[in-house]
Every structure is written in structure tokens, then in C-alpha cells.
């Protein structure tokens, strides 16, 4: 089975001030791969996240979004890009605190349209279903009545990842997962997103090798805004230029 492209980045470029954020980058991911990215502080991980969604537009390059010919979303706005199918979960959990862990996976699946008019509209059982299963997957269906602001962090980015698959994201954005979670929410992390690859394409920024290790297929190493290496966990803890970069530092 040959498997297609769905995120193509090519000789993408970002400049802050004369700070050349990425550069010359490439990057391609296929459809239904995990893959995780690597790279000291700074190497530009975040800004190549607001690049693909939008946030921030490029200096020069292109990005193109979708399996055949795909779309290039280069120019787009934020929310078609959204549209589109491009979900993102930020560092920092953002859930709806004062509103049920139910009441924040249904706005996932209404979208950005209004809190007020999203909660009081009629839901179809279709729906009600689907976020019944969104809810079960993030292991959150018994906390569904509770306040969302009550979680566990880790379940509250867990309620964040149900909100993208509620939205029904295509293609999952997720940086830094792992941080500020116990060592056991961080393994539950890691067997969620095993579990949603294959029926999502995800990249996920982290620092902690460890989680790296469990979920790891294809390591991509970013390190000043250009991709340094690729390939297993162990081939990129292996190679020189990373460890001279990166892991050798001894702080991650
Ligand atoms: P990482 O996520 O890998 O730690 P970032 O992408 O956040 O790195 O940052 C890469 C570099 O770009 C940093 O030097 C950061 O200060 C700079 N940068 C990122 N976003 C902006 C912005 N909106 N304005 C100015 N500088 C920025
Ligand atoms: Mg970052």
C-alpha cells in the first residue's frame, strides 16, 4: 500500500525582525502517520505550527494541505484553514472552564460560532452519538457532566484533543502534550494519540524523550528553523550534528 502526502511544506521561510525563524524548510508528512518533532527551544516548532494554521504567514515557500493535488493554504485565513480540517491543541490547555467537559467537546464539533448559540442548539442524535464516542476515546465519558474547569490538567488536554476530533480534524497539531502531566498521564497521552493515528495524520512537538520513545515512528529534528535530521528514535539519538545540537546539551 503506498501511502500519500497530506502536509507538504516546501522552501518555507520566516523572518521576526530580521530573525530568520525557519528556514529553507521542508517537510513532508503522509496521510495517517504520527509524527514527532524534536529540537532545542527556539528552533522555530511553534512557529512552523502558526505557519500551517495559519497564524502566521510565510516570508516565501509554500504549504499544501490534502491527499492528490491537495490545496495550498499558504495564504489562507486562519479559520478556512480550520475548515479545512487542521485542528490544533496550544501548549497551554484552553479549554471552556465554566462549561461541561460535554458542553466543551460540542462546541469541538460545532466550531467557532458563538458559545451561547452552540449550547442551546438541538442536537441531532448523530451527533449526539459522535460526541458520546469522542468522549469515550479521551476517556472522559464519566466526567462529562463535570465542570471542565475541575480536571486534572492532563485531563483537560485530553478534553482539548476530544474538541479536534469532535471538529473532525484531519490533521492533528499538537505541541508539547506532555508538558507539566505525571509521568502516568503522560503515558495515557501517548496511547491516545497511538490510537488516533492511522484515522488522523498528527505531529506532535515534544521535549520528553521518554513519551518521544513511546509514541515515535518518524522523528523529525528541527534546529534553527531547518530540519536537521529524520528517522527513528534511534537513528536521530545516534546522529552527530543532533547530538552536538541538541541532545548533547543535556537538557531538552
Ligand atoms: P520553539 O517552539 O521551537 O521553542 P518558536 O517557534 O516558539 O520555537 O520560536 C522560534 C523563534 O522565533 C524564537 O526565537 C522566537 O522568539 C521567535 N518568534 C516566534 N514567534 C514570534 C513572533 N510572533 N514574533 C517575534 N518572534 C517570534
Ligand atoms: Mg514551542
Redesign the pocket.
Same mark, same amino acid.
Given at each position: 500500500m503506498s501511502s500519500q502526502v497530506i502536509l507538504a511544506a516546501e522552501g518555507v521561510n520566516k523572518s521576526? $525582525?530580521g530573525?530568520k525563524?525557519i528556514s529553507d524548510l521542508n517537510f513532508y508528512l503522509d496521510e495517517g502517520e504520527l509524527r514527532t518533532v524534536i529540537?532545542p527551544?527556539?528552533?522555530?516548532?511553534?512557529?512552523?505550527l $502558526?505557519l500551517i494554521t495559519g497564524r502566521?504567514r510565510p516570508d516565501s515557500g509554500r504549504i499544501v494541505f490534502g491527499t492528490g493535488l491537495g490545496e495550498e493554504i499558504t495564504s489562507r485565513k486562519e479559520y478556512e484553514i480550520y475548515r479545512l480540517g487542521i485542528g490544533r491543541k496550544f501548549q497551554t490547555p484552553s479549554v471552556f472552564a465554566e462549561h461541561s467537559v460535554f458542553d466543551n467537546i460540542l462546541l469541538g464539533l460545532k466550531g467557532p460560532r458563538g458559545v451561547f448559540r452552540t449550547l442551546f442548539a438541538k442536537l441531532s442524535s448523530g451527533e449526539q452519538d459522535r460526541l458520546e464516542e469522542v468522549l469515550k476515546t479521551v476517556g472522559l465519558f464519566d466526567k462529562r457532566h463535570d465542570l471542565a474547569g475541575s480536571l486534572a490538567h492532563g485531563q483537560k488536554q485530553w478534553l482539548e484533543i476530544g474538541m479536534l476530533l469532535a471538529q473532525e480534524a484531519k490533521l492533528l497539531l499538537v505541541d508539547e502534550p506532555a508538558a507539566g502531566m505525571t509521568d502516568e498521564e503522560t503515558h495515557k497521552t501517548g496511547e491516545l494519540l497511538l490510537s488516533l493515528a492511522g484515522k488522523h495524520s498528527i505531529i506532535v512537538?515534544e521535549h520528553d524523550m521518554v513519551f518521544v520513545r513511546q509514541i515515535a515512528r518518524k522523528v523529525t529534528v528541527?534546529h534553527q528553523?531547518h530540519v536537521l535530521c529524520e528517522g527513528s528514535v534511534d537513528d536521530v539519538q545516534n546522529n552527530e550534528e543532533v547530538r552536538r545540537v541538541y541532545l548533547g546539551r543535556g537538557k531538552h
Open positions: 521576526f $525582525d530573525f525563524a529540537g527551544n527556539g528552533a522555530g516548532k511553534s512557529t512552523f $502558526d502566521t512537538i528541527l528553523g
